[in-house]
């Protein structure tokens, strides 16, 4: 940076204190230096009468004389006169008695006149400080007064909202519970309905099958007899292809069994039973079954009911069938 | 007792006197003026009006001092409130400041002498004609020396503020500035 724009940032003020003070050893000994600063400063002195007036406010003028009036230090009054005195007797006046009372002590009298004035001229001029810091004091105070003013209206403006905000959240919270409430109650329906569809599909699946059975074009039918009296009033018939693998079985009348019983299907092929499909019957005691086989249904020779265990088993009942009657 | 149109080299040699009257009257002639460049550069009515009072009471301090065959009063007042605002500035900057009060007399002389540099051009120039010859500057030119002159920002400040690289801040003040001396040299 050169001397020459170093005097005009300084002019300007621009300088950060370091280089300011460098500047100021080279203009001590530089009188070109310092004329060239003058010019610099003037021109930068243009500048203070460029902003557009502005009035104060009444305040300011207040405030400045009341400072001015307090450092102005009044004169004392000056001491009364003694009056003169009535006139005596002896020719001789009060004021005589007392001049020739206090002459002894007018000069002592006259020093402490001196320090009371001294001390009173020290007293007036700390009044006056006083005076000046207690106008400053009370210009704080105003101030003060006003910022803490707009800080509590600024206190309520952020209370209010916040309590606005709080009303807001809480009503978005009591939406969103309600929506929550809907989205449940859409997912419950949601999910019955899939339960009934998925029923009413097995359904259709399981009455596709039966019909895939009876609509076979050498479709038969075996009534099995009851083979107990327990049972007489009970019915169940066989309805098959022989080279089918699929076979459809109703039964109608059947009594309820116990909770840990079954009725399980029994094929029996060259005097041997295989044990097929485990099933239970509805409260009516009707129903229908799909039984398949690994043999066409032409590999049997007839077809057993038994009461078993729940679940099933693997071989019959020794107790015997309560239904068995020929596939013919 | 009031003299309204005394002039100010009268006003001030009252003052030293501690005439209340003649400070009343100066204040009531230049107050707007003062007022207007402390809000020009500190943009806060409050805090311009503290330097304003701050102001006045210092020529009513310093009235004695001040040397009326010499110096403009206008000039001198207007230094006083340059040099209070960009203390301010300073201190809001968190930067070092020279407080005023602190000045021993020889520094006020350097706060006078500065006075009587800045007379010729407050003295001789309108606001007006300023206000024209800062508008006809290119504006980069005009944002360096306000940047400097009103707020009170150093070079580097200026650069890291516009960022602008140190030489071009310092070739925009020159440019800035010699503008300006041209104006004065115009007028004086």
């Known amino acids: ?15 950060d204190e370091r280089e300011a003070k460098a500047l100021e050893q080279h203009l001590q000994r530089d009188p070109s230096l310092r004329a060239r600063l003058d010019e610099e400063r003037a021109a930068a002195a243009m500048m203070l009468v460029v902003a557009q007036p502005v009035a104060p406010s009444p305040r300011v003028k207040q405030q400045l004389m009341q400072r001015v009036d307090a450092s102005l230090v009044k004169p004392s009054a000056p001491a009364p006169k003694l009056k003169a005195a009535a006139e005596q007797p002896y020719g001789i006046s009060l004021n005589d008695v007392l001049r020739w009372l206090f002459r002894g002590l007018s000069i002592a009298a006259a020093a402490v006149a001196l320090v009371l004035g001294i001390g009173l001229i020290q007293t007036q001029r700390s009044l006056s400080q006083l005076q000046s810091q207690v106008a400053q004091l009370q210009t704080g105070a105003q101030q003060a007064q006003q910022a803490l003013a707009q800080a509590d209206a600024r206190a309520e403006q952020l209370e209010r909202d916040l309590t606005a905000s709080k009303e807001q959240l809480t009503a978005a919270q009591q939406d969103v519970a309600q929506a929550r409430d809907a989205a449940e109650a859409a997912k419950s329906a949601l999910a019955e309905l899939q339960t009934s569809a998925g029923q009413a599909q097995a359904d259709v699946t399981r009455l596709q099958t039966e019909l895939g059975v009876l609509s076979q074009a050498d479709v038969r039918s075996a009534t099995l007899p009851a083979n107990s009296d327990e049972f007489e009033n009970g019915a169940v018939t066989v309805f098959f292809a022989p080279k089918s693998r699929s076979a459809l079985i109703t039964v109608a009348n059947l009594p309820a ?43 049997y020779q007839s077809v057993g009911i038994t009461v078993e265990p729940a679940g099933g088993r693997p071989t019959p009942n020794p107790e015997g069938p309560i239904f068995l009657g020929p596939l013919s | 007792m009031t003299q309204p149109s005394a002039d100010d080299q009268t006003l001030i040699a009252h003052i030293a006197r501690g005439e209340r009257w003649a ?17 020009r550069m500190l943009r806060d009515r409050a805090v311009s009006e503290d330097v304003l009072q701050d102001a006045f009471w210092r020529v009513w301090q310093r009235a004695a001092h001040f040397d009326h065959e010499r110096g403009n009063v206008r000039a001198w007042l207007l230094t006083i409130v340059h040099r209070l605002a960009i203390d301010v ?3 809001n900057m968190a930067r070092p400041v020279v407080e005023m009060d602190a000045h021993d007399d020889h520094e006020w002389d350097i706060e006078d002498h500065e006075a009587d540099v800045s007379e010729y051009a407050v003295a001789s120039i309108s606001s007006a004609e300023v206000r024209k010859a800062l508008a006809d500057l290119p504006e980069k030119h005009r944002t360096v020396i306000e940047l400097a002159y009103f707020h009170g920002m150093t070079h580097r400040e200026i650069a890291e503020r516009l960022g602008e690289p140190l030489g071009t801040i310092h070739s925009r003040a020159l440019q800035g500035m010699a503008a300006l001396k041209q104006l004065l040299r115009q007028r004086v």
């Not at chain 1, 940076?1 to 003020?13: P, R, S």
């Not at chain 2, 400070?23 to 809000?39: K, N, P, T, V």
């Open chain 2, 23 to 39: 400070f009343e009257a100066l204040y009531e002639r230049y107050a707007d003026q003062a007022l207007g460049l402390a809000m």
């Open chain 1, 1 to 15: 940076m050169t001397l020459e724009e170093q005097i005009t940032l300084y002019a300007l003020g621009a300088l």
């Open chain 1, 257 to 299: 069994l116990a909770s840990d019983q079954d009725y399980q299907v029994w094929l029996i092929r060259d005097g041997v039973p295989l044990p097929s499909s485990v099933f239970d019957t509805a409260v009516t005691g009707d129903g229908r079954l799909i039984v398949t086989s690994d043999e066409p249904f032409e590999a």
């Open chain 2, 89 to 91: 500035q300073r201190r």
